[in-house]
Nanobody, 124 residues
């Protein structure tokens, strides 16, 4: 399997971005997926999670109401719509997958594979 993130960049506070995650796996629609991020000097944190079907989602409190996770199983892709970005959102953003299960998963150690990440930088 390969997960490739794209769509990061440099934006100003208040702007929006929509990173994407492309999977090279025909079993993509079997997987629960998630987005995490890691800022310099900080631990990686899970931000959002989605079940295989896309009808169940979860968000960490710090992004709830600003970020939206979604997926398109026909395209083997996942997205993270990020609105009202803040300088504190500056980090490398990663997409991850879990091979089994019917729900979403809210712990980093529940995911078995992560992509290489895409940088998001928000200037004030």
């Amino acid at each position: 399997v390969q997960l490739v993130e794209s769509g990061g960049g440099l934006v100003q506070a208040g702007d929006s971005l929509r990173p994407s995650c492309a999977a090279s796996d025909e079993l993509f629609d079997w997987y629960a997926m998630g987005w995490s991020r890691q800022a310099p000097g900080k631990e990686r944190e899970l931000l959002a999670a989605i079940n295989w079907k896309g009808d169940m989602t979860w968000y960490v409190d710090s992004v709830k109401g600003r970020f939206t996770i979604s997926r398109d199983n026909a395209k083997a892709a996942m997205y993270l719509q990020m609105n009202s970005l803040e300088p504190e959102d500056t980090a490398v953003y990663y997409c991850g997958r879990r091979r089994s299960g019917t729900t979403y998963y809210v712990r980093l150690d529940e995911y078995d594979y992560w992509g290489q990440g895409t940088q998001v930088t928000v200037s004030s």
